[in-house]
């Protein structure tokens, strides 16, 4: 994947699934079995 081709699929992540929220897109962008590696900051 091109540098390109990343930014591309960053920005339409930030615009589509977040500005936007179509959940839709996630099924699209992401694999089923996709687990966050960053989970959630609990806050004390």
Do not use: C, F, G, Q
């Amino acid at each position: 994947m091109s540098t390109e081709d990343s930014r591309k699929l960053v920005h339409r992540r930030l615009d589509e699934i977040w500005n936007r929220a179509d959940r839709a897109v996630v099924d699209e962008l992401y694999a089923a079995d996709h687990v966050n590696p960053r989970p959630r900051h609990r806050r004390w």
